[in-house]
């Protein structure tokens, strides 16, 4: 089907044109009002990672576990995520020797809803560290002695790759959405902010049914063919020369057949030095994994280059409209 250049498939389309990507209908979700308090469980202190085996692509696989206690009120993959958050935790501690936090991980927000198989990773760049790629060996929900069903369990994997000590830790990118609740219709735009100057380029990742996600590269487009910012500038898109080229709005809107809501991650990554269209385009399989394509095969691709880099993210929630 023919979209748009630029969509965001839960969706951000652009204000005068139309189409869709396909997408797999979801059961009713809570209201966004509705928001479920989730802890870790007590039993997770006792949670040991493994280290196994190094990827080819250079990351190390470390496979943890997470719980969390859960109740009636929060959605199944609010409380997956928030459990992959637990085990991605125990990972780095035991790898890195580091605590994860993650300014963009907060699940009293109703943006960790929605989509099945859409549960968003940690993609705060981790110093003094980076995630990869990951797999959920195992997750559901488990009883305790007097409480039935009241923990939600995931068994992970993480590819991890340490940082190397040459690393700028002074370079980052900031990734801000102006809602990050929105009912279909609303208007929404993106601000990025690098500390250092750079190039960037804008991911779309999206949930495709039966476990599987996509990927699309919304930035570099024709409506903004090479996006160059200073360090500490703060850029706001769509811009003045993007509503030149055309796109005069972001608006959210839900797929045709109407689910409840519909959950996308957007992704920044900034690089000091622009990079050539085979390692940034996210269609490019990557050539000892020809199945591979997306948002594992730009990171792969980055971490093998040496290339100086940045990422953020944020995930949006869009709902019917009341």
Known sequence: MIRPV????FVLSLMGCAGHAPVVKTPPAPEPEVLASLTVAPESGSFEAKVLEKDPAGCTWVESE????????EAPYQAEA???QEAL???FSK???VKVTSRFMSFQEETMRGQDHLVSSITQ???PGREILSQVMEKGYRSVPGCQGCRYYVRYRSCIVPEPDTADRDFNVELKVSREILYEGDEAFLEITPSKDCYVYLYDTYDIGRGKKQTDLLLPSEYAPEVRLKGGQAWVFPDDEAKKRGLQALTAQLPPDKPAVSVEE?????????????MYDPKVPNPKQADESGRAAVLRRLNSSGVAWAEDSAAISIFQKK
Do not use: E, M, N
């Open 266 to 278: 957007i992704r920044v990554i900034a690089s000091k030095t622009p990079l050539p269209v085979k």
């Open 6 to 9: 630029f969509l965001l498939l």
């Open 82 to 84: 928030a459990a992959i």
């Open 95 to 97: 790898f890195l020797g």
């Open 89 to 91: 935790s125990i990972a």
């Open 66 to 73: 997470g719980a969390v206690v859960t109740s009636p009120r």
């Open 125 to 127: 760049a981790i110093r």
